[in-house]
């Protein structure tokens, strides 16, 4: 069941990420929720969050 839950968080930001960089690309809110299978609101919700910060690294770990 975490695994899952973890999964779908991955998903959940993936998709997320997806959107801001094709918003940030110039595409309009209608042709994003066509390509992904959302409507016009979800992905207007979703732009009106910014985007996760990837976690920060110990210094001692590779990148």
Request: aromatic share 0%; charged share 20%.
């Amino acid at each position: 069941m975490t695994a899952a839950q973890q999964a779908l968080q991955t998903a959940r930001r993936g998709l997320s990420a997806a959107i801001h960089a094709a918003r940030e690309a110039g595409e309009t809110v209608q042709n994003i929720a066509a390509r992904t299978g959302q409507d016009p609101v979800t992905v207007r919700n979703i732009l009106a969050v910014p985007p996760a910060k990837a976690p920060d690294r110990p210094s001692g770990l590779p990148r």
